[in-house]
């Protein structure tokens, strides 16, 4: 993840801490007009393919929304890119849970990609799927190891797709060596899911946290890595 949405995803962390209206006070306000600048006249909306981050985003600007004489094009892109990777993320999370049959991981693939109408039957056939799931790998790889298998063995190559290619990279950032995923409660009508990033410095010994964090607006299962 690039410098810019690392400083993107700890200024909507700290404007969702916040009361709105955000502009009414003077840290909402700055934090508001600073994400508008990255979002906006950076176009940093184009390279962000993270789920909690778009959703964060469009969250954000239901609750407070930038005039959209100036910036209809972009939200409605914010919009759609927020659907599509939404729909990535619950094909990668079939893949790897075990309570999802063929039948409804290749439903929630259609969504994606036009399929083969025997594909379900060839993917219980091989055995394939549950052996990945199978194996003691972190969801990252097995979403990999499925990808190249559709590529493979079925004819159907989605590593090509922006979209696939974007959320799976975020997966990985997501899994990092020392990251846990926890729910700050904020009263009763606001979550956000908090990623605790723990270091411990070579030498000293010495231990260091760090977090970032999202709001959480879906019912997906998080899963702890």
Not at 116 to 133: H, K, P, T, V
């Amino acid at each position: 993840m690039d410098n810019e949405i690392t400083r993107l995803d700890w200024l909507l962390t700290r404007i969702q801490l916040l009361d709105p209206p955000y502009q009414e006070s003077e840290q909402g306000k700055q934090l508001y007009q600073e994400i508008c600048k990255f979002v906006f006249e950076d176009h940093l909306y184009l390279r962000i393919w993270s789920e909690p981050t778009l959703n964060q985003l469009d969250q954000l600007f239901q609750t407070e929304k930038p005039s959209e004489d100036l910036f209809e094009a972009e939200l409605e892109e914010i919009r759609k890119r927020t659907i599509a990777v939404k729909e990535v993320n619950d094909f990668f999370f079939g893949i790897v849970d075990p309570n999802t049959t063929s039948k409804n991981l290749c439903e929630l693939l259609a969504k994606l990609q036009c399929l083969a109408e025997n594909l379900n039957d060839r993917l219980d056939a091989s055995g394939q799927l549950q052996e990945i799931r199978n194996q003691d790998r972190c969801d990252f790889e097995k979403v990999a190891w499925f990808l190249e298998i559709l590529k493979d063995d079925f004819n159907l190559d989605l590593t090509a797709e922006d979209s696939i290619k974007g959320a799976l990279e975020s997966l990985k950032s997501r899994e990092a060596v020392g990251k846990v995923n926890v729910l700050l409660v904020k009263g009763t009508a606001k979550a956000i899911a908090v990623s605790l990033h723990i270091k411990l410095q070579p030498g000293t010994g010495q231990v260091s946290c760090q977090i970032k964090a999202s709001a959480v607006t879906q019912n997906r299962p998080m899963r702890v890595t």
